[in-house]
């Protein structure tokens, strides 16, 4: 149904009553005709009175329309508020087992729960039209009424407390009521269900389930879920290692968590912890060591801490595709590609923008023949790293650069390589500069300027035919170093400049940059001028799961130039730079423990996760006893490289299960088996009622405990609807109906020599 | 002060008109005009002890200014000199032009020209087509041959096919074959057999050597119509080519 609507006067007469609005507005228009009139009526010329009066009537149509968008009209659609007797109230119980287990005085906070509701039931009934019951575990059911809510059913094993809200949202209720101990055992955010409940517009109620249940005293449940880290790293290259950790926690608190290589301890935190179930993930920046295999072992919690350990393939050398795309002609890639062809490993595809007209294949065999840069980021996937030379903003297309932040985002590097401000300004506020880690300098007169003295003499008359032999030698701006960033003492800058001041890369030009993005890591400055501040030279940052490189220097071949041909300082310096983009290569073996509170007598499910080209790897159950058990791997359904395979645990104590793959990589899990089961739903936990009161406040709705908290329909009837207006007159036909009115207006004028 | 005439309203009505309609294509031609160029670069003449080291060197400049409408290359428009023996006067540019080294004999000018390409230059070897320059063609090609073998003797002289990149990569050029200059215009068969030939450090190529005379084209020596223009798009062909190969 149409809402209703009505017009009003806009901008400053929106202020008047509409009687004085009119007046003035007719007032305006009065004068204005007359004007017209009186003007066209002393014409410098004598008109035949036709067109005396098509022209008065351009003229007065012209005011008009003027007058008409001065009044600003505006179209006003009203929502009707939503009808008294339509009103829908979803009440959803948690039936898990938290809310079944009594305490010494023989209540449940079940019980407790209804109790309150059903004193503030005939108020609900008395607000809403419909009530409508759900009961809730791990997942939301109707249920007929409150006793079907509270009785049909056996308790479940988990709270699924912020999922069962979102489906209860999806039946489009006007609000919603929730009896719970707010525990949800999954580790869900409590912030994304709010959002979705103020987008809905529906406000949430709670009832605080609470009786006297002491917490367990078995402290925190701690496990380590999973651990992630690349099969393969290159020497010196920075990887990430990861964890998740399962935390069980009667209340607030914070988990220990350390990663150790060897007996060096890599890296250590603490994870904040809140009372419930948290799935807590952590990830730690790991700088590869010299060549050979590397153990990584997470700990978490204290008293024993739990364990999980990787192993990680250092390499020396490894396959890097690089795609190299060009925009304007240099020498530069001729060096580039020379320095790249001394180590076999790196494969190069090379791209020169079409429009140069220049058709070089460099192609790598079994790579696809590329006649431009992509615009598909599958077409990309093949290359680890792309180099962008020299690029200007306009060669690119939206899909090119959109393509480009994709590859990135899924893991792929990419070199942005320009030494001209002029290039590099055009990219400003392109999708590529969002990507990159610097922001681009506008380009200035001042440089332009300073450019055109350095740089390029276009003659008239080329060439200097008049200049001596003598005087024919080219004049060029000096080479200039570059200089490590103060403190830089990252092992990855490192990396690439070995020896300071013996191996620093040089330049001629450099583009300027306004500033380095925050979490960017700038590993090369220019060496400061007298009285200068250095410049950013060479910055990366992490975009996603790729880097992302800006170097704003020509490509160093002139530094080539002038060393030693004994010298391999640039192809050292270009090397380490792609090596240390290069992403690491598939991932390491890994074990992942999906049965999430393990005891004695259940099975014990695990995955096994390899890589797929390498064999299957062997596994084995080692008790507290040290009895070893070795498990049957069944290839699992998620994945074309992971195994599963099960035991069950036939003491209580510490467990651990090893993964043994090929080329001695490896992977450790170790894990309490108790007597029972440790879920945060049997431990105990006292209720959230700070939670469930932070997201009914959030979300317009309150807490339900004796006083009343609805309000009855009729009062509802009041509310006012919602307002949309809508500007009527400045649509684009209107003011080229305008335009046209004036300018037929003059071309008639014209017609009659007024003009 | 003088006083300008008053501007009529018609008059300024068609100035008014004149610039909407010219405006965007005056915009247009002037980012024509602003093309995107890469590095500035400097051509070159190596400056052997030759009496012929500088012939045609009065016609660079047309060649430089048809490379600069080709192509994207920021080359200078001024034509220099690198002395044979100056290392790093020839480092400055990545590619040497030379009338022929063969005539260099000190020992610092044979270092020199091997370590230029050695860094990743490029050596470009003409021979001119005036017989008084080079009397034998097939000797010109033996003895360039014979001075890189001892200068540089990790590089191979080979002949290039008329399929290779190079009579493609920019210009096609007609048969894969290089447009010769012939003294006075005068047709040479044995000198028209020859085609390009490169100098090859294992799959790079470092240098290259023409016999065709392509300077005495593009300075405008008497040829049919159409050599000079044929003569700058092989060189063009080939300083591209240059470009694109790994130093």
Redesign the interface.
Known sequence: MTPPFEWQFGGWLRGFPPVTAWGIVAAAAVAGLVLVVWLYGRTLRQLPPAARAALTLFRAAIVLLLLLCLANPSRVEKEKPPAAGSKKLAVIVDRSASMSIPDYRRATRLAGAVRIWKEHEGEASAAFSEIKYYRFATELAPAANLDDAVETAKPGPETHLYSALRQALDAGPDAVVCLTDGLDTTGAARDELAGEALRRNVPLYFVASINRLQPSRSGDAVNIREIKAPGTVLRQVQFSASAVFEVGSPRDSQLPVELWSGDTKLASTNLPVRAGENILPWSVPVTAPDPGMMSLEFRAGKNPPQAAACTVEVADHKTVDVLYYQ?????????L??AL?SDPGFRLT?I?NPA???????ETPDQPTLPDLPDDVKALKPFQIVVMA?V?AN?LTARQQAALVEYVQGGGAVVFIS?DTQ?TASFAGSALEQMLPVVFAPSSLAEDGENNLN?????AV????G?P?AS???S?PGLKPFALPAGATHSAVSALFEKPGETLPRF??NARVRAVKPGAEVLAVSAPAVGGEPQVLLARQQFGNGYAVAMMT??L?RW??????SSHALEKFWQQLLLSLAPSSGEGLRLIKLTESPSIHQPVVLQIAGSAAEALPTVEAVSPSRDRQPLTLQPATNGESAWTASFTPDAAGDWEVRAIGSGKKSARLSFPVPVTSQSAEMMNLPPDVGGMRELAEATGGAMIEDAPVFQPRENSAAAPGLQHVRPLWNSAWLLAGLLGLYATELIVRRRFKL? | MKNSDPIT??HF?RLLLAGAVFTPGLAALGGGLDE???????W?RLKTPSPYW?RHS?G???L??FIRQQ????I??????ADVESLP?M????LLFSQGVHMVQSATGHGNVA?HV?????LLVDACCNRDVTPDFDAFLQQETDFLAVALPEAKVVSLPSSH?IY???FQIPDGHPPHTFFKNIYDAQKAAHGLYGVMIGQ?MAGLITLSGLQCGWDHMVAPVGNDVACMRMLVNIY????????
């Open positions: 925009g304007t002609l240099q020498w530069g890639y001729r060096f590609r020379s062809a090379s020169l140069l007209d220049v058709k070089i294949s460099v020299h200007f060669q030494p290039a740089g390029f003499r276009l003659l080329p060439g200097q035919p200049l032999v024919r030698s080219q060029l001629v030009n020509d490509l071949w080539k130039m002038s060393l030693p041909s003009l | 309203r018609e009505l995107l160029r890469g590095d500035r670069v400097g070159a500088l009065t660079d400049a047309t430089m200014q192509t994207t290359l920021n200078d428009p001024t034509w220099y000199v006067e480092c400055k540019y990545p370590e050695r860094r990743g230059g490029f990149e493609r990569c920019c790079r591209i080519y240059a470009m694109m190969q790994g130093g």
